[in-house]
């Protein structure tokens, strides 16, 4: 099985090599940060692979995220049952519209949950933003809106966009380095959220 891993930065590439595993062959790239660099670099990856006979069978979002409160913890592994984009749709005044009810599309693409049926962690949905929320208010109303969302990131929705539109089966795997809110760095551990990475990408 060829599995191509997309992660934003070097630090989270780095951190899936090391938990590279024989059993596949395994290429990573770096995509960039936010929805639309994941995207266009994942689909151009693909679409080269491709012609170049070496076809991807699956494609996996890999990287750290933030948490909400109460649905997770630092260092905990997160598997996304859906790539969710929590910002596509129409912010009316009273509330979030996602762009599935104005017939535009969906902002939601299920991952493959059989590719990471190994992997120990919490299920949930991961949700996409390109915007990453900045305070405790945000964080409370986004966990309101979206009940099922164990943490939020900034590539999943566009990874999952290019491997759907391919026909690849598409996985999104996280670990937590901080709480979804306030950007108070000092809490943060992004050792910890690594060494997890290693950690499910070997047991992938």
């Known amino acids: 099985m060829r599995i191509l891993v997309v992660c934003a930065v070097a630090e989270e590439a780095q951190a899936v090599e090391a938990g590279r595993s024989l059993r596949h062959e395994l290429d990573i790239l770096v995509c960039g940060v936010g929805p639309a660099a994941a995207a266009a670099a994942t689909a ?30 630092i ?3 997160l598997i996304a049952t859906d790539s969710v984009h929590a910002e596509l749709g129409v912010a009316l005044p009273w509330r979030f519209q996602p762009i599935d009810e104005i017939g535009f599309g969906t902002n939601r693409i299920g991952c493959n949950t059989v590719l990471t049926v190994a992997v120990e962690g919490v299920r949930g949905e991961i949700l996409t933003l390109a915007s990453i929320t900045g305070s405790d208010g945000q964080a409370a109303n986004l966990a309101h809106r979206y009940p099922d969302a164990v943490g939020e990131a ?8 290019a491997a759907q539109q391919a026909g690849l089966p598409f996985a999104e795997i996280r670990t937590v380095s901080n709480f979804v809110g306030d950007r108070n ?17 070997r047991e992938l």
């Open 75 to 77: 260092g905990d592994v």
């Open 154 to 161: 900034m590539e999943g929705f566009g990874v999952a966009t």
């Open 185 to 201: 760095v000092e809490g943060w551990d992004w050792g910890s959220a690594l060494k997890s990475l290693t950690t499910a990408i």
């Open 44 to 73: 151009r990856t693909i679409a080269d692979n491709s012609h170049m006979g070496r076809a991807y069978d699956v494609v996996v979002n890999a990287g750290i995220c933030g948490a909400f409160i109460g649905r997770a913890k």
